[in-house]
T-cell receptor, first 117, second 112 residues
Framework: GAVVSQHPSRVICKSGTSVKIECRSL??????MFWYRQFPKQSLMLMAT?????????EQGVEKDKFLINHASLTLSTLTVTSAHPEDSSFYIC?????????????FGQGTRLTVV | DQQVKQNSPSLSVQEGRISILNCDYT??????FLWYKKYPAEGPTFLIS?????DKNEDGRFTVFLNKSAKHLSLHIVPSQPGDSAVYFC???????????FGQGTELSVKP
């Protein structure tokens, strides 16, 4: 399967600081990337859809000014959690999708465990 | 509004037996369904998928069944192995957009 690399795998930051998470598709060009968030024992909740070269589309209830998404190239999308607070502590996962190679299967990164102290 | 539901948070099965994981959905526009396996602190790994034009798809020990009229799908694992122990998520999507809507997950435990 395709390889999607997410970095860092875990990060601890102080309340009020910003954290950037990178998602890279290593062996294909991803026209679309998705960012999910998972709380313990819960489902993966879609946060936003990131399309290369255009603004991200956020799901209802997700603050776009707090979760900044940039998809500057076909292989890289970044999620920046701005002014992080303890309630932002969660597991963040990206997925990359390209309709040119697969039907509808999206490939996931390894996830990032964010802890805000 | 939970469009994809997995009502069993956990399932315990004996090694060698069949594991059946269930998933229900409410959105009739979903036309493609996927199952993912996930370990703690890792991203989901794709297992098997099925298009809405089919009612069954098989890949080795894994078979997915789709009942469109009941808006229900299930994943059968046979024979179950201890290495299958993980959280299983079903996901659904509409069209070829790659945007997946996930269920809550079912934690499968396969005991030796």
């Amino acid at each position: 399967g395709a390889v999607v690399s997410q970095h860092p795998s875990r990060v601890i930051c102080k309340s009020g600081t910003s954290v950037k998470i990178e998602c890279r598709s290593l062996d294909f060009q991803a026209t679309t990337m998705f960012w999910y968030r998972q709380f313990p024992k819960q489902s993966l909740m879609l946060m936003a859809t990131s399309n290369e070269g255009s603004k991200a589309t956020y799901e209802q209830g997700v603050e776009k000014d707090k979760f900044l998404i940039n998809h500057a190239s076909l292989t890289l999308s970044t999620l920046t959690v701005t002014s992080a607070h303890p309630e932002d502590s969660s597991f963040y996962i990206c997925s990359a999708y390209s309709p040119n190679r697969w039907n509808t299967e999206a490939f996931f990164g390894q996830g990032t465990r964010l802890t805000v102290v | 509004d939970q469009q994809v539901k997995q009502n069993s948070p956990s399932l315990s099965v004996q090694e060698g037996r069949i594991s059946i994981l269930n998933c229900d959905y409410t959105n009739s526009m979903f036309d493609y369904f996927l199952w993912y396996k996930k370990y703690p602190a890792e991203g989901p790994t794709f297992l098997i998928s099925i298009s809405s034009i089919k009612d069954k798809n098989e890949d080795g020990r894994f078979t997915v069944f789709l009942n469109k009229s009941a808006k229900h799908l299930s994943l059968h694992i046979v024979p179950s192995q201890p290495g299958d122990s993980a959280v299983y998520f079903c996901a659904a999507t509409e069209g070829q957009g790659g945007k997946l809507i996930f269920g809550q997950g079912t934690e499968l435990s396969v005991k030796p």
